[in-house]
């Protein structure tokens, strides 16, 4: 039988560890219970919350370094203090950030710093809420972090904001809805979501994403992106120039379709796919919409966008679309285009000119008369209810604002031959009445009748090119002019200037002179030589700048002011023998315009040298032009000048103060006080409202201080950008072909025929 003394002695030691482990239990509770009552007591409870990271930390705060007005001292201290965390501490919990380290660092923050009410830590009640060795809490860190901000007024360079982040641009980058590319170090880089950043704004370069704070449940919608292709597990995105991919399972597939993206915690939620396309020949573009030929005006969605398809597949903008064609489709959603597809592209053989008034002073006509000599077909109404009406061969027709054909949109009117020509009897050009190829179109505006001719390119040119050049003038510079013209016509073909009136130029100085003078048997020979030529830099349309006559030397684009670099403008003597040489300055230049050069092309041209002379200064008249308010002149002279000679900045002193009068045209414009310019042959013209060019010399006359006249001494007619005229002539006279001369003028530009 059992020894029932073991038994009770096995069940004492048990007891007895028990009781042990008890007390031991009952200790440790002791223990933690006096902590916690001490901490209590301390107002010290244990903080609870996300906490800040060691690497989030030392981001923010060699951020801060970076754009902080910082003593070496602090800023070596700093970068000490992010050294000497990063490496006290290792991975995991003790990764994290201390109390203890953040008292480190606000006292280097703090340095030779005064803060609100002269207390020196801002974070005092801190000292209640943390131990050194407790772990700070995310919130606490950025509250003390943005007071820093705030106090070293760097608050707009260090900012929290929320973005939405759609993926990764490259290696190194995060890209948001609005098209804003972020750089990013030690960041986990989220995709298609919503997130809170600390972020580091930097000028000239990308914004940098130093911390992700939050990420949020919200979703974001993309509205009218383009989805490029896709398969049935995601698809292809262009957004802001760039072309993205999201996983989507579908089973649908398709390619080139405008959609509303829906996205959040990254993947694509939902995608609204738009399928209604209208189309049909453009007659208009404003910033509030377009007008289609046979549909009128179709309002742009607040969201839209322009996306090109042919090519490389590529975000657009509204300048893109060709006036007078049809090349594009137009994506509707709710009556209103939320996208445009550019679906292809064409030689545009088509050019359509607003005409000018009979003032040439606007393009707005009280009253339009017409006839021409076959019969003409009017179209007019509202595009859903358009009607017709014929007018015979020889019958004028009047229209102004009251009349019923333009109450409805566009009058259309067309001549029933196509080598017919309408008149306009309500004009008086240079040679008479003018009379116009192609067919015209009338449009009833606020400011009165919009006149519009539309017509083959090369027609266009027949009259411009007699226009801008005497058709006496030798072939070969007909010529260069006619691919001068052709080229500045087509760079408005592809880019209208008028394109809210649907017009690509009009009629004036403002683009080309257009119909001012009759076509001539030269002029059309010269186009129909040069058919489809055009000059060409880097497969782009060159600005095809023309003057009348240069002064032996021509200036590059800075004439006008423009920063844009177009290698093919040049410097240049206008000379067959003479070099280079620098006109800057001012003894430079007056020796050049007065100095013989017979290597000069134009030298025996009556523009080639001329004088100007103003006996009695009008300063009232002067002063109007130039917008400022004085009285009395003190001086006048040259502040500045290219290479050419040409003067790019006009200094004026007066009894209010010290004026710049800037470009070539301006300097024109104000020195001009009417009255006759003096040729190199005798001969006497009329300046009107400018002077025939910049390339001059001033010398003022005074009289008890006040400038009260001044004699000028200039050469050359025109800006002096581009192809001299007479220069042309003379070369062509030479023995020069319009190869040599174009490419003389427009050196490094590449001369193509285009159809």
Partial sequence: MPDKRVGKSVMKKWEKLAAKAGMILLLLLLFCILIKKDRQERGMLVPEGEKIQIKDAISLVMAFGRKASLSEEQREKLENWSLQVSEAHGEGESSLLTYGDYIELTAIWDQDRETENTEKDPEKELDQKYRKEDLLLFQDFTEGYQKRLEAFQIQDQIVRETLELLGKGSDASIIDSRGNTYGYENVEAPVYCVAEAYVERNEGEDDRILVLTERKKNSFTLKNALITVNDADGFYFLWTGREMYCPLK???????????LTFAEGKALDRKIKNEKVGGVLLGVAEEGIE???????????DYRVYQLYGSCKESDRTELKIGYDFADYVMDKGK???????????????RVAVSNQAYDGIYHEEIKLKADCELNLIYGSYGDRQSRRIPAGEEVTIDSDS?????????IEPSAASSRIQVLSLKRAYGIPSYRGRMEIVKKEQGLLLINELLLEEYLYSVVPS????SYPAEALEAQA???RTYAYRYLLKSGLPEEGAHVDDSVRYQVYNNIEESRNARRAVGETAGEMLFYDGVPIHAYYYSTSCGSGSDERAFGSTEDLPYLNTRRISHEEEEEDLREESAFQDFLKEEHPGDYEKEEAWYRWQYEVQEIDAAKMAEIMREAFSEIYDISVEKRLESGLATVLSVKTDTGDYEVKGEYQIRQVLSQGGEVIRADGSAVTTGKLLPSAYLIISVEKKRGNVIGYTIFGGGYGHGVGMSQNGAADMARAGRKREEILSFFYEGADLVKMY
């Fill in 337 to 351: 285009v939320c996208a445009v597809l550019l679906v292809k592209d064409q030689n545009m053989e088509n050019i």
């Fill in 404 to 412: 019923m054909l333009v109450q409805g949109d566009r009058l259309m």
């Fill in 483 to 485: 691919v001068c013209a």
């Fill in 292 to 302: 289609l030929e046979d549909r009128g005006f179709l309002p742009f969605a607040e």
């Fill in 250 to 260: 579908n089973n649908e597939i398709f390619q080139e379709k405008v959609a509303d």
């Fill in 468 to 471: 801008e050049m005497p058709s």
